[in-house]
């Protein structure tokens, strides 16, 4: 038996043939498996959808409870028949609810980890190695020159930004799923216990992550009606990073612009979106998250996939480890 025979890519997503289920359809389809709740990876309208019931949650928050006819959640470790092929789910360590979904079939183990990372997230559960003969991994950061610095340092910066700008508001662009909350549980573990200002557009992820018990302190909703520009002073202010663009953004006091991204690595790229204080802070794995996570399970196999394959591919083949690029189409690292 091939792998391929157990996975294969297909216009809809990545296809399980003897289970008759799709791994993250970028398409409406019958039976879907969702490693986690960002959009390119989880979509509206499949008929039946198989998550943990934190992913689920998530996307019955973002999509209305409407979003498939018919829901199964699957507990982290549990083995669950699907057809002829059982598939159990384990952290991935990238947002609330990520997993990794390992698929076994007359003794071949596929894991499709979908984004993931490795290092410390008080947000949500870490990254579980379990062993497989092919991995599937992505490759958003796949880059020797993607060394992702310590997430602890970088939210210092924007304290010490806070210290020497008092009157200015900062305002920290971040996805709404998982960064947002991300860099605000690092600033509380800082210990800044001042409230956090939020954008609208995160109020229901945000009131979702302290529900399940993620302590994000006081959050108030950044709207100006009836006050004056000089209440957000020295505040910390997120959004979402398209926010930035309009109007809602001009609100504030002279403001310090922030992003939390692995991109503001590039420093091209944070003075293309005039990001005067660009935080390197990044929910996917570095390239030393990679090539480690690669070393340490040791899979017959890997199976690269959405990013920049070809650095990836390259280091496996010196290392003798066999590796091919999977062309899935349709994810966009939201989350970066
Ligand atoms: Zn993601």
Not at 127 to 136: K, L, N, R, Y
Not at 270 to 284: C, F, K, T, Y
Request: charged share 25%; net charge negative.
């Amino acid at each position: 038996m091939r792998p391929e025979d157990l996975l294969r890519p297909m216009p809809e997503g990545l296809y399980c043939p003897p289970g008759d289920f799709y791994i993250d359809p970028v398409r409406p389809v019958e039976r879907a498996l969702v490693t986690h709740g960002h959009a390119d990876h989880a979509r509206p309208g499949n008929a039946r959808v198989m998550a943990t019931g934190q992913t689920l949650d998530i996307m019955a928050l973002r999509y209305g409870e409407e979003f498939c006819a018919e829901r199964q959640v699957a507990e982290l470790g549990e083995k669950i028949r699907i057809g002829d092929v059982t598939v159990s789910f384990h952290p991935a360590g990238h947002v609330l609810g990520s997993a990794q979904i390992a698929v076994d079939w007359k003794g071949t183990r596929i894991v499709a980890s979908g984004d993931y990372k490795r290092r410390a997230d008080p947000t949500c559960l870490s990254f579980e190695p379990v062993p497989c003969d092919v991995f599937i991994t992505e490759a958003t950061f796949a880059l020797p020159v993607f060394r992702h610095p310590d997430t602890v340092a970088e939210i210092g910066k924007l304290l010490d930004s806070l210290r020497h700008f008092p009157e200015r508001a900062h305002l920290v662009g971040a996805y709404a799923l998982g960064k947002a909350q991300r860099v605000i549980k690092h600033l509380r573990d800082a210990g800044y216990d001042e409230p956090i200002y939020i954008h609208g557009a995160l109020k229901k992820l945000c009131d979702y992550y302290q529900s399940q018990g993620i302590d994000l302190g006081v959050l108030k909703p950044a709207t100006v009606e009836g006050g004056k520009k000089g209440d957000f002073s020295g505040a910390v202010i997120v959004g979402p990073p398209s926010a930035f663009a309009d109007k809602w953004a001009r609100r504030f006091p002279d403001p310090v612009a922030s992003f939390a991204s692995g991109w503001m690595r590039v420093r091209q790229r944070a003075r293309q979106r005039g990001v005067e204080l660009p935080l390197i802070i990044s929910d996917h794995c570095d390239w030393d998250e990679l090539t480690e996570t690669l070393d340490e399970l040791a899979p017959r196999e890997v199976w690269v996939t959405h990013g920049r394959e070809e650095a990836l591919l390259r280091w496996c083949e010196l290392r003798q480890m066999r590796a091919k690029p999977l062309h899935l189409v349709g994810y966009e690292d939201e989350a970066e």
